[in-house]
């Protein structure tokens, strides 16, 4: 059961102790209360396919990718690994070396709903950032079209006053107020390429002081449910599925599904079969499907093979 937060827990966070290990014990025992919040959600908050979203928590030590210093604890909700190994390719492509150095966690690359405990306040809200292309893109694509975005800002316009839309520093009111212009020239914004060592987030956020979390120790855990409750349409009108495809994902995926399938083997090249009736024979292959046959000629016969059983010789 959730216990509620303390004012230990907010001095966790405290500026002198974000780079030093000696209160990584203090950090630790805010992250396992935020575990068992995380667990009290768990089947609540799900994607639009259906699949419940994966819960994890922030490092509690200085790392390389918090800078060597936790300002903050946080609780992520988003797509499950295996939906996100299916994008990653994609994404990362876009991503250069130093910010993939800089910040290897998923977090910067997926949509993702959070609850973040600082020094003075709790704050749940969806955080998108520059180098979510994937969703980025297909939110963008979607707002471009008119009922499409009519759809989003009505979604906006459910939520309470109390939730601010931001890019970077920038506050842009109450996200219930945004309109359909003022939306698309934010993500214009976001998609601006960023330079050295720079981060910009998309966020649309509800925070509770510090002063209210701790006087309202009992019910926090209610507010922060109904909160994310809130914001769960949201998540699932911008998050990427093979449903919810408006930038052809779909075919990117089937392209590299079938490149893995055929092993970098093509036409004409020379093969020597390592398995099955054939093996030791040496051919030429006449053609691979996408799903990764071959049909190989030895001689003037052909046979047909999976590209696994071939090995690719000198040409």
């Keep these: 059961m959730f216990p509620g937060f303390t004012d230990r827990d907010f001095d966790a966070y405290a500026r002198n102790k974000w780079r030093s290990n000696a209160f990584n014990r203090e950090r630790l025992e805010v992250k396992q209360k935020l575990g068992e919040l995380g667990k009290s959600l768990t089947g609540q908050l799900r994607s639009e396919d259906g699949s419940p979203l994966l819960c994890e928590a922030s490092a509690e030590h200085p790392a390389l990718w918090n800078q060597k210093q936790v300002d903050s604890q946080q609780l992520f909700f988003s797509r499950n690994e295996s939906a996100r190994r299916e994008l990653d390719t994609i994404i990362t492509r876009g991503r250069s070396l130093a910010s ?9 690359s997926h949509v993702f709903l959070s609850i973040r ?5 709790l704050v749940v809200g969806l955080r998108l950032h520059t180098d979510a292309t994937v969703d980025r893109q297909n939110l963008t694509r979607k707002v471009a079209e008119q009922w499409l975005s009519d759809q989003f800002i009505d979604l906006l316009s459910t939520l309470d006053q109390s939730y601010v839309l931001s890019l970077g520093d920038t506050n842009h009111g109450s996200a219930k107020t945004l309109d359909a212009d003022a939306l698309r020239l934010i993500l214009v914004e976001l998609a601006e390429p960023l330079g050295p060592n720079q981060s ?38 911008v998050a990427w599925s093979r449903d919810n495809d408006h930038i052809s994902i779909r075919d990117q995926l089937r392209q590299q599904t079938a490149t893995k399938q055929k092993r970098g083997l093509a036409k004409n090249d020379k093969v020597r079969i390592v398995s099955g009736m054939f093996a030791g024979r040496n051919g030429v292959v006449h053609d691979v499907s996408d799903k990764g046959v071959l049909r190989v000629l030895v001689g003037n016969l052909p046979v047909v093979v999976k590209a696994n059983e071939v090995e690719k010789q000198g040409q």
Aim: proline share 6%; glycine share 0%; net charge negative.
């Design 200 to 237: 910009r987030w998309l966020t649309i956020a509800r925070t509770f002081d510090r002063a209210h979390t701790l006087a309202a120790s009992e019910t926090i855990s209610d507010d922060i449910r109904a909160s994310l409750l809130a914001l769960l349409p949201v998540y699932q009108f």
């Design 117 to 121: 405990l600082s020094v003075d306040q």
């Design 100 to 108: 993939l150095i800089e910040d290897p966690s998923p977090q910067r």
